[in-house]
């Protein structure tokens, strides 16, 4: 089955220390996506690529690095430079423009 | 960025239709408008999206205001897994090489379904 694959599902990281989380799809999109959300709180776009190699900042892109080397693979590093990083972290794939977006189950970072 | 306005909770009985408003007065020609819902701990779920006309999947129908500035999602008989948030949201056309889907989420409307 084609998808959206996201791990681990919870992760817990001491603070200062640098983490990477992984999201990897099948669906062989060419636009993949980084968001954020905290409790009780909508979505908050990280960063976006539209094709390997390139990315753009999100609105919330300060903390965070991504690397977009294969079209399958799109990585997100939580920095110790990211002041509040505990949150669910979602990624997404879209074939194209107004294309839906298909979602990952998402990785829950606790960081303390 | 074209924003979203939406309620922030709805209540609906089991086997009713509900009817989910959206507004959008500064949706802009080539924006597209997106339905989501999300349960709890999960991603977001695609619903539906169209541009100018009534659109109907076998999860729901979005129902597009002639100009554009709203829109309606219709769950035809509300069942207790329709129970979530929805969002509306609209895309984004992006300053860098041209049109891409960068969707901006509000908090969307979180529905209740009494059973």
């Known amino acids: 089955d084609g998808g959206i694959t996201q791990s681990p599902k919870y992760l817990f990281r001491k603070e200062g220390q640098n983490v990477t989380l992984s999201c990897e799809q099948n669906l062989n999109h060419d636009a993949m996506y980084w968001y954020r959300q905290d409790p009780g709180q909508g979505l908050r776009l990280i960063y976006y690529s539209q094709i390997v190699n390139d990315f753009q900042k999100g609105d919330i892109a300060e903390g965070y690095s991504v690397s977009r080397e294969k079209k399958e693979s799109f990585p997100l590093t939580v920095t110790s430079a990211q002041k509040n990083p505990t949150a669910f972290y979602l990624c997404?794939?879209?074939?194209?423009?107004?294309?839906?977006?298909?979602f990952g189950n998402g990785t829950r970072l606790t960081v303390t | 960025d074209a924003k979203t306005t939406q309620p922030n909770s709805m209540e609906s009985n089991e086997e009713e239709p509900v009817h989910l408003p959206c507004n959008h007065s500064?949706?802009?020609?080539?924006?597209?408008i997106h339905w989501y819902r999300q349960l709890p701990s999960q991603g977001p779920e695609y619903v539906i999206h169209?541009?100018?006309s009534n659109v109907n999947n076998r999860m729901a129908s979005l129902a597009i205001a002639e100009d554009r500035k709203s829109s309606t999602l219709i769950l035809h008989r509300a069942t207790l897994r329709d129970a979530a948030v929805y969002y509306c949201i609209l895309t984004t056309i992006s300053n860098y090489g041209g049109a891409t889907n960068k969707l901006i989420f509000g908090t969307g409307t979180l529905l209740a379904v009494q059973p």
């Open positions: 169209g541009l100018t």
């Open positions: 500064t949706i802009s020609g080539t924006d597209y």
């Open positions: 997404a794939s879209a074939q194209g423009v107004g294309s839906p977006l298909h």
